[in-house]
């Protein structure tokens, strides 16, 4: 069934709803955390004042995407920046990290992820004038994992990403563009 897809930046008054939406697709998608670790997390890093500093900061973008007029998911990306790179030896001028990639769980296999990669992908490239695309994705989504390796991202590297006492490991992969 066809959908009218766009894309829409966040703004400063929004940031109660993308809180909200933020720490609903990280608990489904981290839902084997211990509890009290989940919740630091939620608020340390998903809480309405840290997305608020997170959006003052010029080099972040933030976009809903929005599906026939209702938002169905959020989009984070950092253009310039260098992070989770410290232990990996690249060459790269002007890497984009898509940071943050998430839909609601009703809105999750209906077709959205290739169309919202490509419109980042598209960003990168055009406006941003990046040399390569990378993420990270954690080494037990097998689902997300085989989406990006479909849309030309290889493995880079790895690192561990602590939440509390859980260390997750994170897979870095890349697409030169």
């Given at each position: 069934?066809?959908?009218?897809l766009t ?53 972040n973008e ?116």
């Amino acid at each position: 069934m066809p959908f009218e897809l766009t894309f829409q930046p966040v703004r400063e008054d929004e940031i109660e709803f993308l809180s909200a939406m933020a720490s609903e697709t990280f608990a489904d998608t981290f839902r084997h955390y211990d509890k009290a670790d989940l919740d630091q997390y939620l608020e340390e890093s998903l809480s309405p004042q840290a997305l608020s500093l997170e959006l003052a900061v010029p080099e972040n973008e933030f976009y809903f995407v929005v599906v026939d007029g209702e938002r169905a998911g959020y989009l984070k990306w950092i253009f310039p920046t260098r992070k989770y790179l410290e232990h990996v030896e690249v060459s790269w001028k002007a890497p984009l990290l898509l940071e943050r990639f998430y839909f609601l769980p009703s809105q999750c296999g209906k077709g959205l992820g290739p169309v919202a990669l490509a419109f980042v992908e598209s960003y990168a490239r055009y406006q941003a004038k990046a040399d390569v695309f990378y993420l990270s994705v954690w080494d037990r989504n097998y689902r997300a994992q085989s989406f990006y390796q479909k849309y030309g991202f290889r493995t880079l590297g790895s690192f561990d990403y602590p939440v509390g006492e859980e260390i997750d490991h994170e897979l870095l992969y890349f697409k030169r563009l």
